[in-house]
């Protein structure tokens, strides 16, 4: 069965880097599109990053652009967000999410499996 | 403030149907026919609904339908059970520079 485990959440002062990663299985990890979504505390979902299935593109929502870096290990089916300058603002559980179906990564059309998400928390 | 507008919070009884709206743009949910509801219960993640506008995915009860008309696309759950109880967020294919866009999330109560 296709799982999604994200490792890597903590507290880290404003300013400090974090790195998230996203262990796959179950399915062929080089096949998919995967996404970064966050939800900040009590509120709703937030697109943050994608990778196509080979890495070759990658994009970012406006307000982590320059400071987040998404990035994918095929041979380790791992998805990584390097998390640099963080803010408070950046407080968040962050979910990986595989992008379905694998056919056509030009089009978003929806997320069909989510991880359990990881808790970052920007604070002195 | 979120792209897609969905209503904060809805309720009915056990047996009862309800729907949730969804209103975009031309851009987005008028535009395409990608779009996909998510159920989240607290502390646990997303889980896909509805995709395509109306299409479930396997394992999901049949309970659950989606449409579309416009800008506007709507989540109905038949026969509410308690379980049912969470918060509901659509989300659409979007034109813009971003790959999709979601709404601000709704909150189902099962009275």
């Known amino acids: 069965q296709v799982q999604l485990v994200e490792s890597g959440g903590g507290v880290v002062q404003p300013g400090r880097s974090l790195r998230l990663s996203c262990a796959a299985s179950?399915?062929?990890?080089?096949?998919?599109?995967m996404h970064w979504v966050r939800q900040a505390p009590g509120k709703g979902l937030e697109w943050v990053a994608l990778i196509w299935y080979d890495g070759s593109n990658k994009y970012y929502a406006d307000s982590v652009k320059g400071r987040f870096t998404i990035s994918r290990d095929n041979s380790k089916n791992t998805l990584y967000l390097q998390m640099n300058s963080l803010r408070a603002e950046d407080t968040a559980v962050y979910y990986c999410?595989?992008?379905?179906?694998?056919?056509?990564?030009?089009?978003?059309?929806?997320?069909?499996?989510w991880g359990q998400g990881t808790l970052v928390t920007v604070s002195s | 403030q979120s792209a897609l507008t969905q209503p904060a919070s809805v309720s009915g009884s056990p047996g009862q149907s309800i729907t949730i709206s969804c209103t975009g743009t031309?851009?987005?949910?008028?535009?395409?026919?990608?779009v996909s509801w998510y159920q989240q219960h607290p502390g646990k993640a997303p889980k896909l609904m509805i995709y395509?506008?109306?299409n479930r995915p396997s394992g999901v009860s049949n309970r659950f339908s989606g449409s579309k008309s416009g800008n506007t696309a709507s989540l109905t759950i038949s026969g509410l059970q308690a379980e049912d109880e969470a918060d509901y967020y659509c989300?659409?294919?979007?034109?813009?520079?971003?790959?999709?866009?979601f709404g601000g999330g709704t909150k189902l109560t099962v009275l």
């Open positions: 989300s659409s294919y979007t034109s813009s520079s971003t790959p999709c866009v």
């Open positions: 031309s851009s987005d949910v008028g535009g395409y026919n990608y």
């Open positions: 999410a595989r992008q379905g179906p694998p056919d056509d990564i030009t089009i978003l059309r929806y997320f069909d499996y």
């Open positions: 179950g399915f062929t990890f080089s096949s998919y599109g």
């Open positions: 395509d506008v109306s």
